[in-house]
């Protein structure tokens, strides 16, 4: 009875198993089976696409150079004392704008004054004496033209006068030099500019050999600004100022949204930087109202060339594939492929030489799921393409599961 209770056991446990493994290959089978015959109802991509156009454009482009680029001063001065002593006064603020010749800064000039005042004294008597030797000497020509006197006497006074006059030469050097030391006293701006924070305060002693200095200006208005171009780009830009065209650069902020100022191009660089394969160009802005500041980051726009009367498209229209690039034209409802030929892009927009015409509609979103002779709907301006769904989980196709 217990062996043949165990047989009963055994059958019944492998007819499980066995209506088990047909259950779950039929799961299966359907699983897989259920995209297919959904694919002969047409799919969720099997309709007209929807897409957004816009019209190729007939008229100008102006072609920009964008780069970045830092605001450096036309000139920046160090001021540096050239005399030792006190610093009596200061007459300025910090940050304040200071025009060229305006006095800054004063050392005591007494020591200087004293220098000078024997300076000019040493020439007055060395002055007297050349006068008594030149008396001296038309009296002993007079002398030994009478015939009273040796010519010896007389060159000998000649020689006494020629040194004098060159005593006095020296004297006027050194009368002038302690003018010059005198004058350097007063700390006058070399440039009109910004005075940026001061660095000696008045009751200090300076010295000529601080290599600190005094204070630094930097010249505001105008300005300049330093910015990069590929070399690929130079022979354009060189054609255009060599044809006497004043090139204009615009500077705009870092997050590239806002116009800070607009300047024209000075010139470009000697040379190219073969570690970057650039060249740097410098460009000068009136700057009146103090928009750019000094070593500020900027983006830079310099307009190269204007073309007039081509046919443009936005850049993200243009497609690439194995027989070059091409568009999708809208025609009749349905998508067109159209081979092109580009020109001249101004990084937004691509100049059209071959391929299409003015006012032809051209699909800009929703090319990912476009083909040849494919149906689209036209989308409304500020409507999106459907992006494509994510696949549905197997669980979403297979009967008999969950509940």
Not at 29 to 51: L, N
Not at 74 to 92: Q, W, Y
Not at 141 to 159: P, T, Y
Request: hydrophobic letters at 40%; zero cysteines.
């Amino acid at each position: 009875m217990f062996r043949l209770a165990s047989k009963r056991l055994v059958l019944i446990f492998a007819g499980l198993i066995g209506i088990s493994a047909l259950g779950a290959a039929w799961y299966l089978f359907q699983g897989e089976t259920a995209p297919a015959s959904a694919g002969k109802h047409g799919g969720p991509w099997a309709g007209p696409v929807p897409v957004q156009t816009v019209k190729a454009q007939k008229g100008e482009l102006q072609l920009r150079l964008r780069a970045i680029g830092t605001v450096t001063p036309l000139a920046a001065v160090t001021l540096k004392s050239r005399v030792d002593g006190e610093l009596l006064r200061r007459s300025f603020k910090d940050g304040q704008f200071v025009h060229k010749g305006e006095l800054l800064m004063e050392i005591d000039p007494a020591p200087y004054r004293v220098k000078l005042d024997q300076a000019e004294g040493q020439q007055q008597q060395n002055l007297a004496q050349l006068r008594n030797a030149e008396t001296e000497l038309a009296r002993y020509r007079k002398l030994f033209e009478q015939d009273s006197i040796a010519r010896q006497q007389v060159e000998a006074q000649e020689a006494l006068v020629n040194q004098l006059k060159g005593t006095l030469k020296s004297d006027k050097a050194q009368v002038d030099e302690a003018r010059l030391q005198l004058g350097w006293t007063r700390v006058e701006a070399p440039i009109s500019g910004r005075v940026g924070l001061s660095r000696v305060d008045p009751g200090n002693l300076v010295s000529s050999g601080d290599a600190e200095g005094l204070l630094s200006i930097t010249q505001v208005k105008p300005i300049a600004v330093i910015f990069t171009i590929p070399e690929q780009e130079l022979a354009l830009v060189r054609e255009e100022m060599a044809a006497g065209r004043r090139l204009t650069v615009e500077a705009h902020d870092r997050e590239d949204r806002r116009l800070l100022a607009a300047g024209f191009l000075l010139t470009h660089d000697n040379q190219i930087d073969t570690a970057t394969g650039t060249v740097r160009l410098k460009a000068e802005f009136a700057n009146e109202d103090e928009a750019l500041f000094p070593n500020q980051f900027v983006n830079t726009r310099l307009l190269v060339r204007t073309l007039k009367d081509v046919v443009t498209v936005p850049a993200d229209a243009v497609q690439h594939g194995n027989k070059g690039t091409y568009v999708y034209v809208v025609q009749d409802g349905k998508a067109s492929i159209r081979q092109v030929r580009l020109g001249a892009s101004d990084g937004s927009r691509v100049v059209v030489e071959e391929g299409l015409q003015g006012g032809e509609p051209v699909v800009l979103e929703g090319l990912d799921r476009l083909r040849e002779g494919k149906e689209v709907i036209l989308l409304e301006d500020g409507d999106k393409p459907a992006t494509q769904p994510a696949a549905k989980p197997a669980s979403q196709g297979r009967p008999g599961r969950g509940g």
